[in-house]
């Protein structure tokens, strides 16, 4: 037996299920997936190729990229399709099939958010989609590691997750994130619309995608990232302090939020704000 059907048999007969756990596969099952091109010879034409180890391997990719689904996922089957098209010379194929393909399934996400009216929901779903697509791309590296390995990395110079992640952010977060930024604040105006994990892992998932997109609403982002704003100086606290007087006077006027018992408040406490608010300021001009 040649040395690259002993390699072949390496893999470890798994599946990787839809939460991302990995259990054990059919070996029937594994051997029907390797039937065009022979194992034995080594063989794989381009027929081979477009319709039978293609269309499998898409077929994977379709599953992790959909989310709740309940079809499993051979690893093992999957795993020897890629490793016989790499050591076929099918690499660029391979990774130009699936970057296209990737590329068509965002376009569809993105053209799906397009149509959510609702701010909330749009919001949620947006969050929802860059969660679910962070953790394909997680399970579909894995699949894809002997490509990767030995021609993503070494010829391409390149990590083939930071591709997949930088085609998120061309084909979805790009064409998005005005929108998001205006959504944004007319959301986190409406007490209780969106959990605050969810608006802070958005916020946070947007600047790691490509922070420049801080510089667009850097009010935003420094709430969540606090590298995004220079140190806050003693020059700083008159501002500061108005904001937050702006912030408490919002949220009675606007939204009906109320003070129950002014009577608790210290005597003096207003005063002693509006002292402090004149002497930073003249510090300040003074110097």
């Given amino acids: 037996m040649s040395s690259n059907v002993v390699k072949l048999k390496f893999v470890d007969m798994m599946e990787v299920d839809s939460a991302g756990g990995i259990s054990e596969s059919n070996d029937t099952n ?6 065009p091109g022979s194992i034995v010879t080594l063989t794989m034409t381009v027929d081979d190729y ?7 391997i898409m077929n994977a990719v379709d599953q ?12 093992e089957e999957v795993y020897s399709c890629v490793y016989k098209c790499v050591c076929k010379q099918f690499s660029e194929r391979l ?17 799906d958010l397009s149509q959510i009216t609702n701010l909330v929901s749009y919001l949620d779903s947006f969050a929802a989609a860059m969660d679910h697509y962070t953790k394909a791309v997680d399970a579909i590296v894995l699949i894809f590691n002997y490509m990767s390995r030995f021609y993503v990395e070494s010829k391409l110079r390149v990590s083939l997750k930071s591709e997949l992640m930088k085609s998120f952010t061309k084909e979805v977060a790009q064409k998005h994130i005005l929108k998001l930024l205006a959504v944004i604040p007319e959301v986190q105006a409406q007490p209780f619309s969106i959990s605050p994990s969810t608006m802070a892992s958005l916020v946070k998932s947007l600047y790691n995608l490509q922070p420049e997109f801080a510089n667009l609403s850097p009010e935003i982002f420094s709430k969540f990232v606090p590298t995004v704003l220079p140190p806050t100086s003693v020059s700083d606290l008159p501002v500061l302090i108005r904001e937050a007087q702006q912030m408490q006077q919002d949220l009675e006027e606007v939204h009906g ?19 402090l608010l004149m002497t930073t300021d ?5 110097s």
């Avoid at 003249?282 to 003074?286: D, G, P, Y």
Wanted: aromatic share 10%.
């Fill in 95 to 111: 990774y130009n099939d699936l970057i296209q393909h990737v590329l068509s399934y965002l376009g569809k996400v993105s053209a």
């Fill in 64 to 75: 992790m990229l959909t989310p709740k689904r309940h079809t499993r996922i051979y690893y």
């Fill in 30 to 35: 594994s051997m029907n997936m390797l039937r």
């Fill in 282 to 286: 003249s510090n300040h001009n003074s």
């Fill in 50 to 56: 477009e319709q039978h180890y293609w269309p499998n």
């Fill in 257 to 275: 939020f109320t003070r129950q018992d002014r009577k608790l408040k210290r005597p003096g406490d207003d005063e002693n704000i509006r002292g």
